[in-house]
């Protein structure tokens, strides 16, 4: 009886185990899911399965602004609507996700994937920098937006990106303080990203 007890409680350790690796997800929380998935309809984990799996398979990164995507190239750099003379920089694509939900900004976006972070081991290389560059050879981009967020980590970044693109002749700017410093942007309210795109200070 208590083998029997043993092997089915392996598979809900496994599991809580690897939604520990969540960010944000602790050991309780990750067993409280674990046991609410057991509990759960057979057809909705299936579909959560699925949907998991599909991430992997369909999700991939766009060649132009490295945001994710399904296909070559995302639905905003095919977009001839959008403003193709600025390009906003971001850290994830979570940043990206709350700026285009404030329905403020209409030009295109490249996401760096990271912010520099020297005692993580995370520099320049590490990011998509050679990649934005790229993207600035020639004269049709005439602003570059930073929108890291504003603590040590996006500050460096900003201030970084902007040595670095001022001597290619386009306008270097960071998002306004309207954005809490210390906090992260994804979190940010849309009224407030609003206000910090449009208050947009030069670098």
């Known amino acids: 009886m208590g083998c029997d007890r043993r092997r089915r409680a392996e598979p809900l350790q496994r599991l809580a185990a690897l939604l520990t690796r969540l960010p944000g997800i602790g050991e309780k929380t990750a067993m409280r899911l674990a046991l609410s998935l057991v509990k759960a309809d057979g057809d909705y984990v299936a579909a959560l399965a699925d949907a998991i799996a599909g991430v992997h398979r369909q999700l991939g990164l766009c060649e132009v602004c490295f945001d994710l995507c399904t296909g070559g190239t995302c639905e905003r750099c095919r977009d001839r609507r959008r403003d193709h003379g600025i390009i906003c920089v971001v850290a994830q694509p979570q940043d990206r996700m709350a700026i285009e939900r404030t329905g403020a900004y209409h030009g295109l976006y ?27 050879q020639g004269d049709s981009v005439r602003e570059v937006i930073v929108a890291t967020s504003p603590n040590v980590e996006g500050d460096a970044t900003a201030v970084y990106l902007a040595k670095l693109l001022r001597p290619l002749g386009v306008q270097v700017s960071r998002i306004a303080s309207g954005v809490a410093v210390g906090g992260e942007l994804e979190y940010a309210d849309m009224n407030t990203l609003n206000r910090a795109l449009a208050d947009r200070r030069a670098l």
């Open 110 to 136: 490249h996401v760096l994937h990271g912010v520099l972070d020297p005692l993580g081991g995370v520099g320049p290389d590490e990011l998509r920098v050679k990649e934005l560059l790229r993207r600035l």
